[in-house]
Every structure is written in structure tokens, then in C-alpha cells.
């Protein structure tokens, strides 16, 4: 017999929210009205860990240069796995632990360990409120300092099954300049026209996803920055961190022991 991943379900009298601890603690569903707006791990192009539901990122977020991480006079090395840098974290691939849920929220943790150099856990919770699914992430320092970002990698479909393809509402104030390497110079530009693979900053208005006469979401998060990757055709994700690509060499914000860096992100569709 095979083996199934067990997974957890949040329901409501309009949404259903699946997620799977067993795949990075993330959503592998979120089904509003009966419409599925998260590509799923079996839909084209979403068999790859990176590439389907919604993942927390911890502990960075987006690109980590060539794999290096240097921090208080040391080098540590991650795989890379998206050569030539590392990607997304360390724990978008590994199970994380079901520390407790109910019909309407769950609270996932998971204990940061190799190739993570400096220990920690972070916390993944979710709540399923009227009208909208809460996120919360907290990455958590125990013994040392360590630096640390985080956020979320969502994957909204193109298309529904009923109603036109997705339209992007998003009107960022700067981007960070992008390298001839993919990560940010430092610097800020205007903001050029899309399609993007890039981070932006001074986001006065919630994002918006519109599937007209089907659907549309609100993006609502107290991260600072946030990622859009709308070059696939099937797909696009719009997702909020608390730092750009490579913060943890440039600028990191570090995590005093027994501390916790934060982050929340909210994901509402309107009253029918």
C-alpha cells in the first residue's frame, strides 16, 4: 500500500483551507466558493516542491547569493537549490510538526536545523475568519543571534474554472534594482513595466487578484516587501517578505535569543 500525506482541513460555510505539514507547512488548497485558487502539486508545472500552494520562507527569504551566508565573521554554505544561489529558505521541502488545530485554525512548528547553522523553530499559523484565511510566521532565535527574513510564496492560478484569467492589481511605490545575477544591487528604481521576477517596496495599497466573474482576493501583509513572479503563462505569485533577496548579506535583521521576527499576511475575497 502507499503511503498518503495526512493533511489538515479549516472549513467554513464558503472557504476550505488544506494544508500539508508534510511539504513545508504550507497550503496545498484554498478553495473559495467551490474555486481552487492555488495551483496544486498536481497541476502542469506543479510537481516541484518550489513550484505550487503556499509556502513559508524561513529562515530567508528569495535568493541567497551563490549559496553564502556571512554572518559575525563566519561562512556558511547551503545547497543551491536554484544554481547558482539558494532559494526560499531551508524548510519549504521538510515536514513540519502539527502542534495543534481545530476546524478553523492550525499551528504548524518546525525546529531549523542543518543545514542551518545557528539552531531556532518557527511557528506557522493559520486561521480560517469570515471572509478571509490569517497566516502568521515567527522564526524564533533560542541560543545565539542569528540573522533571518521571511515571508510567503503563493501560487495563484491563471485560470479558474469558471470566469476570465486572472488580472494583477499593484501599484508599488520603487523596485530594487535587479543585477545581471538576479539579486538586488542595493539600489532603488522606478518601477518598470512588468512582466516581473522582482522585489518592490513602498506598496501603499494592498494587492489585488481579480478573476472577473468568478473571483477576487485582497493581499494584506505588514512586510515591507513584496516579490511578483507573473512571467508564467499558468500562474503568478505575489509574495510577501520582510526583506529583499539577500538581506541576510547586506542588511540583516538579527534575532536576539529567546526573540522572534514576525510577519503576517492576509488573504481576503469579497462578500458575494
Known amino acids: 500500500m502507499g503511503c498518503f500525506p495526512v493533511v489538515i482541513e479549516l472549513n467554513d460555510d464558503r472557504a476550505q483551507v488544506v494544508l500539508d ?5 504550507r497550503l496545498a488548497r484554498l478553495v473559495v466558493d467551490g474555486l481552487d485558487v492555488l495551483v496544486q502539486r498536481e497541476d502542469h508545472g506543479g510537481r516541484e516542491p518550489l513550484h505550487w500552494g503556499c509556502y513559508p520562507m524561513v529562515p530567508w527569504a528569495g535568493r541567497l547569493a551563490s549559496g553564502r551566508l556571512r554572518f559575525d565573521g563566519a561562512e556558511h554554505r547551503f545547497p543551491l537549490t536554484m544554481a547558482p544561489h539558494a532559494i526560499h529558505g531551508t ?7 502539527d502542534a495543534g488545530h481545530d476546524r478553523t485554525s492550525a499551528l504548524l512548528r518546525v525546529d531549523l536545523t542543518d543545514p542551518w547553522p545557528y539552531g531556532g523553530h518557527a511557528v506557522h499559523r493559520i486561521t480560517l475568519e469570515p471572509g478571509a484565511v490569517v497566516l502568521g510566521l515567527e522564526v524564533h532565535a533560542d541560543e545565539v543571534a542569528m540573522p533571518a527574513a521571511c515571508g510567503w510564496h503563493p501560487w495563484f492560478r491563471r485560470r479558474l474554472d469558471r470566469g476570465q484569467p486572472a488580472q494583477l ?5 520603487a523596485m530594487w534594482e535587479r543585477g545581471d545575477d538576479g539579486l538586488p544591487t542595493g539600489g532603488l528604481v522606478p518601477v518598470p513595466p512588468g ?3 522582482d522585489c518592490f517596496t513602498g506598496v501603499a495599497e494592498p494587492p489585488t487578484i481579480t478573476w472577473p466573474g468568478a473571483a477576487a482576493l485582497t493581499l494584506a501583509s505588514d512586510a ?8 508564467p503563462a499558468e500562474a503568478l505569485c505575489i509574495e ?5 533577496p539577500d538581506a541576510l548579506n547586506r542588511e540583516p535583521f538579527v534575532v536576539a535569543p529567546g526573540e522572534a521576527l514576525t510577519a503576517r499576511f492576509e488573504l481576503r475575497w469579497q462578500d458575494r
Open 240 to 244: 510577501p517578505q520582510t526583506a529583499p
Open 195 to 197: 512582466p516581473w521576477d
Open 224 to 231: 515591507e516587501h513584496w516579490v511578483v513572479y507573473d512571467e
Open 21 to 25: 505539514p508534510d511539504a513545508g507547512g
Open 91 to 97: 524548510t519549504w521541502s521538510v515536514p513540519w510538526t
Open 169 to 173: 492589481g499593484f501599484e508599488p511605490g
